[in-house]
């Protein structure tokens, strides 16, 4: 069996491009015990992948030089030796770019997912809103944020895979909710599509303003997609014991050199305010929990999402790029082959 | 009755000096209805009042141009327009650098704290280990970063008034305290008087290092008083679900232009850090507890503290700068005449 690979081959600076990652086609190896041979139908394309290319801390190992690059995968168990999964097996893991993947079954300590029920839903949904970018939306909001009725909730990256989930579940929980994109074309999605009480683009508006036109009572909860000037901007508009979840900062991931972090961190200290960090992976023990909530939700209508699926391995790296030039309309995912 | 008093004429870049704040001798001005007039005998110089003089928002309203700074003061009620006080009570409140105060005996909401109890202890400490520096050491500790036995907690400016008094309160609940502070005397100062199991000069270690040889597990906790570099190197040390009691910015208050943030607010994020800013005004209905608290454990001689006096109301802009150069020995504080 011929497994089509891309390969870190050299650091990044900024974004990857086939210096960095390197395409070559070589045969599957043979498994050794305890492993398990997986053929990818769906990868999961996501900002986070480019900070493991590089070589500093971070909750996963950087990609080693040579290894395939890193990044969620839903396959078919094709072969084990391993007597926990079994050929058929539905499972949902950190893998590679790559047609194949010889694993352990393990990421870190954690057993890799088996799907036992799709809840009647395409199997990419578990990549998106049933996966990590579902999952992000669902505990920021539920755990991190806990709005109350009626309070401002500002997302950033609103029109994103995870932000326009956010603003569906902080409405459902009764807050007003206030999106944050880079286009007017954007903004209007957010409204008309995703329930939005309000959209500002921050690239045509003055974003202090229009804040403060959007919300004339302050703003109680932030969901934090981008950092840099934008989350400046929000400490000076947040509510005393405002709350911001910490979730990723798009706007750090290719720089080249150090970003600052905000200006305004005096804010934190003077409105009592605040932010707390958070991954998916503190909340393992109550996936259970989010899966039966967001499928309910799903099944119900209540909340829309959108899933850009290119087909074909090969255009895995090009592809990657569109995250970050806001090229992409929804979940990112590559379905590994046509049908 | 002459008033001696320190007003702000001019908001300071930087340290303030005679040309931003200007002393006069007035009269005392008479009471209308519902006013009480205070006769100083502390005054409780702390760093927030730089902030105060500028005119940016923050907890409190920038002291008006013309105002007396503004400061914490401990004084006795010599005449009253205000069923609530009567001549004689001993009052806690924001007053300011002046001899006589007149005031509503309210601040904010809030009304100005009477000391019924003094429990044995002198006048002065309800403006240090008793007052807003005991407090804040004691809530940041107790509520924010609630340490179990044995994790490590680092506090910044640890021979301040604040951090000599968090790494006490944090002893008693067994956590393992290492002090940060900017001489080999201080640092002496820590582990000898303060009873520290680690003291790290920051000016002339490499810091990074120093915390890394102090914490061989990693620190679980943060007590900043200082921001800029070290909570950016502090974030680099933390481990998974950390937490950062955000005191102060003391890095920043004479700062000229704006100081960037941390530049590695990323570790936020994929450390699932908690950063919680407080003030004491959050826990008004819980200063009780904290008293008896702080003073029972000052009866038992488990916390030392220093207080540094300066007699005479004409030394307090003189005296103000100590606290940003490194000059104070201890909570400063004006006793405003000799008795």
Redesign the interface.
């Known amino acids: 069996m011929l497994n089509r690979r891309f390969l870190l081959s050299q650091r990044p600076q900024g974004l990857p491009t086939e210096e960095h990652v390197t395409y070559t086609e070589e045969p599957v190896k043979a498994l050794k015990d305890g492993e398990i041979l997986i053929k990818n139908d769906f990868i999961s394309l996501d900002p986070a992948i480019r ?1 493991w290319m590089d070589d500093v ?3 996963l190992p950087p990609i080693a030089l040579g290894d395939p690059v890193r990044a969620t995968t839903i396959g078919k168990v094709v072969d084990s030796k391993n007597s926990e999964f079994k050929a058929g097996d539905l499972v949902l893991g950190l893998n590679g770019w790559e047609d194949y993947s010889v694993s352990t079954g393990f990421v870190g300590p954690n057993k890799m997912g088996v799907i036992e029920d799709t809840f009647g839903l395409p199997l990419e949904y578990f990549l998106s809103v049933l996966g990590p970018t579902g999952l992000t939306a669902y505990f920021g909001v539920e755990d991190i944020l806990r709005p109350k009725k009626d309070q401002a909730l500002v997302v950033s990256a609103a029109a994103g895979a995870v932000g326009s989930i956010v603003g569906q579940i902080a409405k459902i929980k009764g807050a007003k909710t206030i999106g944050l994109a880079g286009s007017e074309e954007k903004c209007q999605r957010l409204t008309s599509r995703f329930g939005f009480d309000s959209a500002i683009n921050y690239h045509t508006n003055n974003l202090d303003a229009a804040i403060k036109e959007a919300t004339p009572n302050g703003v109680d909860l932030y969901f934090d997609n981008v ?1 840099g000037d934008i989350l ?1 901007t929000l400490l ?1 508009n947040m509510n ?2 405002g709350r911001i979840a ?4 798009i706007s ?1 991931y290719n720089a080249t050199e ?22 998916i992976r ?1 909340y393992a023990d109550r996936f259970g929990e989010a899966f039966e909530s967001l499928a309910h939700w799903l099944n119900d209508g209540l909340i829309k999402h959108e899933d850009h699926v290119v087909v074909g391995l090969e255009k895995t790296l090009d592809s990657f790029a569109l995250l970050f030039n806001g090229g992409n309309q929804g979940k990112l995912t590559i379905k590994v082959r046509q049908d």
């Open positions: 900070g801390p971070s909750y950092g400046d000076l005393d014991f910490m979730c990723g900062m750090q150090p970003v600052p972090g905000p200006y305004n961190m005096w804010q934190v200290v003077v409105k009592s305010l605040t932010l707390q960090g958070f991954l503190d």
